[in-house]
């Protein structure tokens, strides 16, 4: 157990609609960070918030959003979904903002999002 | 643009041989490198890290081995067991890009009893 908790885990909905991923980072992790894993783009990179900021951004499309909480909880938020945004989700934490040895970054269990 | 990615997508060996999971990366701007091991259903597990100031690290059963000359990453298991069968994943990112980890595409390692 990596100490970071996704929420819901199976998520099936239809094409036009709207959900939202909820992540609780590892207890202390300052930062969060949201990665889509799909058969045919592998682990990509969406976004990553430190302390309640957005810290950097990657293939997050403009139909995706997250944020980060003062109590460092985390949610994105997918709208207007297409049958290609079906994929797992996975949240991540660290400690800190940047790499180095010992500011592991840790995945949780993703979430399976499914349109249909 | 720069990716990291693996020479092979699937790995066999016996059970108590040592695995070699190899993986280059195109960015010379990298300066920290993770290995993880991904297993049916789950998230990715941290494994092993390496900074660009090492050229190996040694962990339980695993080391890790960085050339920077040629870009290349190495993940070397020790007395492979079942339990280490899954998908393995390189990463890198590099300290200007905060901790954006580019992955790699993964290898299955199979182990055979």
């Known amino acids: 157990d990596s100490g970071v908790t996704q929420t819901p885990k199976h998520l099936i909905t239809a094409t036009g609609q709207r959900v939202t991923l909820r992540c609780s980072p590892r207890s202390g992790d300052l930062s969060v960070y949201w990665y889509q894993q799909s058969l045919d783009q592998g682990l990509q990179f969406l976004i990553q918030y430190y302390n309640g900021e957005e810290r950097a951004k990657g293939n997050i499309l403009e139909r995706f959003s997250a944020q980060q909480f003062p109590d460092l909880h985390s949610e994105l938020n997918l709208s207007s979904l297409e049958l290609g945004d079906s994929a797992l989700y996975f949240c991540?934490?660290?400690?800190?903002?940047?790499?180095?040895?010992?500011?592991?970054?840790?995945f949780g269990e993703g979430s399976w999002l499914t349109v249909v | 643009g720069e990716s990291v990615g693996l020479h092979l997508p699937t790995l066999s060996v016996q059970e108590g041989d040592n695995s070699i999971i190899n993986c280059a990366y195109s960015?010379?701007?990298?300066?920290?490198f993770i290995w993880y091991k991904q297993e049916s259903g789950k998230g990715p597990q941290f494994i092993i890290d390496i900074r660009s100031n090492m050229d190996k690290r040694q962990g339980q059963r695993v080391t890790v081995l960085l050339n920077k000359t040629v870009k290349h990453l190495s993940l070397q298991i020790a007395a492979t067991q079942p339990g280490d069968s899954a998908v393995y994943f390189c990463a890198e990112t590099a300290y200007n890009a905060g901790n954006m980890l580019t992955f790699g595409g993964g290898t299955r390692l199979m182990v055979k009893p």
């Open positions: 960015n010379s701007a990298s300066d920290y």
């Open positions: 991540a934490s660290s400690v800190a903002g940047t790499g180095k040895i010992g500011n592991t970054i840790y």
